[in-house]
């Protein structure tokens, strides 16, 4: 061989050697990049995820706000139609305490119930207080009261006169009760 031949040959030795060394580093060079590439789309899913979990927050409360202003305007459209049925539903109610026979006891206790369904199908509620039951002042009267000797029974309810109507969270028409009354014995001198 040449001196020539044998320079070609060392040169083209060379150059693949080159060659070969830059294959693993610009591959090394490509996986750091696609590495970084991936980290970067990751955060960004992340920070995606995170737009999206908020903006499913705020429709979420947009659409609660949407049925409870609805709600409301319901209750305020359906209002006086809820006060008739209470009117209806203590007239029953009359009927069925008075009512002669038990068969039209029955029957005016069933309408009384249906009415009440109606009454709570449209936003509203009955108040009827218990016995014993302390007595609440936004949706109860105190139609009369009573002594008792029991400080323990102070404030509560000793009989219900009629039942109240509540609406929308307001207070239509008070329960009408009799609430007792502890007055401390007079000491004697």
């Given at each position: 061989?040449?001196?020539?031949?044998a320079q070609?040959?060392?040169a083209?030795?060379?150059?693949e050697?080159?060659?070969?060394?830059?294959?693993?580093?610009?591959?090394a060079?490509?996986?750091?990049?696609l590495?970084?590439?991936?980290a970067?789309l990751?955060?960004?899913i992340?920070d995606?995820?995170?737009?999206?979990a908020?903006?499913?927050?705020?429709?979420?409360?947009?659409?609660?706000a949407a049925?409870?202003r609805?709600?409301?305007?319901?209750?305020?459209?359906d209002l006086?139609?809820?006060?008739?049925?209470?009117?209806?539903?203590?007239?029953?109610?009359?009927c069925?305490?008075t009512?002669?026979?038990?068969?039209?006891?029955?029957?005016?206790?069933?309408i009384?119930?249906?009415?009440?369904?109606?009454?709570?199908g449209?936003?509203?509620g009955?108040?009827t207080p218990?016995?014993?039951?302390?007595f609440?002042?936004?949706?109860m009267?105190?139609?009369?009261?009573?002594k008792?000797d029991?400080?323990e029974?102070?404030?509560?309810?000793?009989s219900?006169?009629?039942?109240?109507?509540i609406?929308?969270?307001r207070?239509?028409?008070?329960?009408?009760?009799?609430?007792?009354?502890y007055?401390?014995?007079?000491?004697?001198p």
């Open positions: 061989m040449t001196e020539s031949a070609r040959t060392d083209s030795a060379q150059s050697a080159r060659s070969a060394e830059l294959v693993p580093d610009g591959a060079h490509t996986m750091a990049h590495v970084e590439s991936q970067r990751g955060e960004r992340e995606l995820g995170r737009v999206i908020r903006q499913a927050a705020t429709i979420e409360r947009l659409t609660d049925r409870a609805a709600e409301q305007g319901r209750a305020g459209a006086p139609l809820i006060v008739e049925l209470f009117a209806l539903h203590s007239d029953a109610a009359a069925a305490t009512a002669e026979s038990v068969r039209e006891r029955d029957a005016f206790a069933a009384t119930s249906r009415i009440e369904r109606l009454i709570i449209r936003g509203g009955l108040v218990r016995a014993d039951d302390a609440d002042a936004l949706t009267e105190a139609a009369d009261t009573t008792t029991d400080p029974l102070d404030r509560t309810v000793d219900v006169i009629r039942t109240g109507l609406v929308a969270g207070s239509v028409r008070p329960a009408g009760v009799v609430v007792r009354r007055r401390a014995p007079a000491s004697a």
